[in-house]
């Protein structure tokens, strides 16, 4: 069973991670880096999280529930199930910056190929929620075709992603939004009225 950490040290660790995991990578850090830029020992980070794969798996659900308060937001910000598709879009653009370098999710399922390795378990529980909202607003829309257009939509995000870290350019990801713009089809005038809750 997964532990849970608890706590300021955790979050400072957490923290500490999270920053070195995904500017360095995973594997190129060590725990011993972690726990000196955290601010603790290597010992209290073991009690915490067991494990490196322990703190890497707790470093990546972290990620996914910030995500989700993103969702939650967009959700809460949005009406309309188009405009809430479209905010996702917008939100991957907001998560990127001067250092980007693509998906921490997908740049730790490269680092961990086994399929049955709890890092996967959790990019992939990952990759399926943001799939399924996007599946979610394409019903309220009436998109008889909701799984495939959300399997499109999926590609453009991630495929976006990736070049855009492989340029350095935000480019790519606006011109993702634009195809799927297009891919909605024509914006339906009751839209306004409708409110996708």
Same mark, same amino acid.
């Not at 660790?13 to 360095?24: E, P, T």
């Given at each position: ?8 040290? *955790? ?15 995973? /594997?190129?850090?060590?725990? @011993?880096?972690?726990?000196? +830029? ?8 073991? =009690?915490?999280? =067991? ?12 990620? @996914? ?8 937001? #967009?959700?809460?910000? /949005? ?5 809430? #598709? &479209?905010?996702?879009?917008?939100a991957y653009e907001a998560w990127s910056s001067d250092t980007f370098r693509g998906c921490a999710f997908l740049n730790a399922a490269a680092e961990f190929p086994d399929p049955d390795h709890p890092v996967r378990e959790v990019?992939?529980? /990952?990759? +399926? ?12 829309? =009436? ?12 590609? &453009?995000? +991630? ?15 606006? +011109?993702?939004?634009?195809?799927? @713009? *297009? &891919? ?14």
């Amino acid at each position: 069973m997964a532990r849970t950490p608890r706590g300021d040290a *955790a979050a400072k660790v957490l923290g500490a991670a999270g920053q070195l995991f995904y500017n360095r990578g995973i /594997h190129a850090v060590g725990v @011993d880096t972690v726990a000196a +830029e955290a601010g603790t020992t290597k010992t209290a980070l073991y =009690g915490n999280f =067991g494990s490196k794969d322990g703190l890497v798996t707790a470093y990546l659900r972290a990620r @996914d529930q910030r995500w989700q308060q993103q969702i939650d937001q #967009i959700t809460a910000t /949005h009406s309309s199930p188009r405009a809430r #598709i &479209l905010a996702v879009f917008d939100a991957y653009e907001a998560w990127s910056s001067d250092t980007f370098r693509g998906c921490a999710f997908l740049n730790a399922a490269a680092e961990f190929p086994d399929p049955d390795h709890p890092v996967r378990e959790v990019v992939r529980h /990952h990759k +399926e929620t943001v799939r399924s909202y996007l599946q979610a607003q394409l019903r309220r829309l =009436g998109d008889d075709a909701g799984a495939a257009t959300a399997d499109r939509l999926m590609l &453009l995000l +991630e495929g976006s992603i990736a070049m855009s870290m492989v340029s350095s350019d935000r480019q790519p990801l606006r +011109e993702a939004r634009d195809l799927a @713009d *297009a &891919l909605l089809g024509p914006v339906d005038p009751g839209a306004a009225n409708h409110s996708g809750t």
